[in-house]
T-cell receptor, first 111, second 109 residues
Framework: DTAVSQTPKYLVTQMGNDKSIKCEQN?????MYWYKQDSKKFLKIMFS???????INETVPNRFSPKSPDKAHLNLHINSLELGDSAVYFC??????????FGPGTRLTVL | TQLLEQSPQFLSIQEGENLTVYCNSS?????LQWYRQEPGEGPVLLVT?????EVKKLKRLTFQFGDARKDSSLHITAAQPGDTGLYLC?????????FGAGTTVTVRA
């Protein structure tokens, strides 16, 4: 019954590694998002993806890339991880761009 | 640059007291939303306000949207420990949300 799910819940990795976080929504929504929440709880949008149109927040490094194999999935790939990438990453989906449904988050720790 | 400013950043009160959280914007959004986030979970939508001057009530929670659609407030009456959480306001434009930094509310029993 989980609406928006993310895996893994926790991810601990070394600097320089490449990692992926998966997101799936079973709500039939057209738009999916990735957000980064820093240690001060500030939520910042990274990407929105709708009907194969990707909108990128210009402040996001190109080491981050979203991949959507189908309408229900939007995975986040991160290359060459840096210490500053440590944060909680949230996936979300929306039927119309109004209410967004958030996943439980993935806590990424880069050592 | 943060478009939405929330105040206060932290709020700790006793059960039964009232509290108000403020959200102020330098921009006009098509609508404004309030979310609540509990530890280890994602934010959950509480309300969407669209019209300037609008007031919405959700049990003990009252949400106001300013006439100019640039500021909003959340008032909780007779707070309970279950109201503890991070309250986030978000401006909505097209498909995107711009979040404030949040107000951490702690209600002590």
């Amino acid at each position: 019954d989980t609406a928006v799910s993310q895996t893994p819940k926790y991810l601990v990795t070394q600097m320089g590694n490449d990692k992926s976080i998966k997101c799936e929504q079973n709500l039939g929504h057209d738009t999916m998002y990735w957000y980064k929440q820093d240690s001060k709880k500030f939520l910042k949008i990274m990407f929105s993806y709708n009907n194969k149109e990707l909108i990128i927040n210009e402040t996001v490094p190109n080491r981050f890339s979203p991949k959507s194999p189908d309408k229900a999935h939007l995975n986040l790939h991160i290359n060459s991880l840096e210490l500053g990438d440590s944060a909680v990453y949230f996936c979300a989906s929306s039927p119309s761009g109004n209410e967004q449904f958030f996943g439980p988050g993935t806590r990424l720790t880069v050592l | 640059t943060q478009l939405l400013e929330q105040s206060p950043q932290f709020l700790s009160i006793q059960e039964g007291e009232n509290l108000t959280v403020y959200c102020n914007s330098s921009s006009v959004f098509s609508s404004l939303q309030w979310y609540r986030q509990e530890p280890g979970e994602g934010p959950v939508l509480l309300v969407t306000v669209v019209t300037g001057g609008e007031v919405k009530k959700l049990k003990r929670l009252t949400f106001q949207f300013g006439d100019a659609r640039k500021d909003s407030s959340l008032h909780i009456t007779a707070a309970q420990p279950g109201d503890t959480g991070l309250y986030l306001c978000a401006g909505v434009e097209m498909w995107e949300l711009s979040f404030g930094a949040g107000t951490t509310v702690t209600v002590r029993a």
